[in-house]
């Protein structure tokens, strides 16, 4: 008979997401229960068989109250780490200023640069830890965290260092990513292809070496990086051994999906303007795709990446928050569930899974974003009749238990019940 340490019951329903992308993807077990020991799930199945096959006399008991249980939130795109407030440069832009004229006053992402330079790693970690905490409070378990905003070999290797100690604080998952080619400082413009050598040969080497970060990211856009400096950074990325993502086809169709396929990339996230050629080349080539619907609404994009397209082409699906301090500013996972299906025309199911298995696999985590045997014990227990209203009930935190690693992290037992 196995053991536990934690099990979870009386819920309505446990989703194990160990289907396939798709409606059927959450494989759901009507009153089921998981059980738990040091960190990993031993079992799930029916409550009614908890009994025999689970030895739970000392077990921590966390009763559902009738809830839904699935896997917690894998949050596959976030910049969670950096300095500085742009909420007026946000009321500028809401009442009509162009972001050209914002970039020429000083604001814009140059004036997070400045701010995140100003700031010490640990005040850069002080920062970031609330903001961590209202994603976890959401019942997300695994969140991906990118650089970006140091734009200098020293302050991106600060940024990877601060996310390196978030991590530390925390008690979930927190994947690092290294976004060396995010937008061209002051400096970069005398002598752009200096400072890109720079930023390739001197930068990802070190990262590298810390072991700072798992991926390299690139933002291909009119404005920021050619395909062709995209294809240098792959290059340098995988003589080092870290997976490339790429941020691409936002604004504008630069062939950024076409782009991915070709250099093998992980991830190919945003996807706005993407082609119908390009949404071919992702479904041939396996590249996953990391919806990122809060930005989209946020920056008052003319259309939501094709997410019904996407999926019924068989591309694989992540979702992602995509917190920033300049085209995302929240950390509501759950806003971001209900316009994956809103806007990005998932159904219910379709955007749960992206948001847990689909993000574990793009993140490439083997043993996350599902409820199966010998997988990590993140778990959320929702104050929620089904999982179609997660996204119905829009932007409602509807999380009562958080458990990460078989802990629980985070409860909110005065949540008005949905149910």
Known sequence: MLEADLIVVNASEVATCTGSA???GLAPIRNGAVAVRDGRIVWVGPEAQLPFKVRTLEATRVDARGGIVGPGFVDAHTHLVFAGDRAREFSLRCAGASYASLLAEGGGI????RATRAASEEELVRLALPRARRLIAQGVTTV??????????????KML???RALAEELPISVVPTALPLHALPPEGREDRDGWIDRMLEELVPAVAEEGLAQFVDAFVEEGAFSPDEARRLAAVAAEYGLGLRLHVDQLTDQGGA???AELGAVTADHLEEVSEEGIRALAESGVAVTLLPTSTLYLKCPRYAPG??????GVKLALGSNCNPGSAMSENFALALSLACLGNGLSAPEAYYAATAGGADALGLEDRGRIAEGYAADLVIFDAPSFEHLAYHMAVPHARVVIAG???VHEAEDLPGCL
């Open 22 to 24: 798709g409606p059927e």
């Open 110 to 113: 140059l004036a997070t640069v």
């Open 144 to 157: 991906e965290v990118k650089s970006g905003y140091g734009l200098s070999v020293e302050d991106e290797l």
């Open 161 to 163: 260092r601060a996310i």
């Open 258 to 260: 076409e782009l991915a």
């Open 308 to 313: 019904r397209a996407l999926a019924d082409a």
């Open 406 to 408: 078989g802990r629980v």
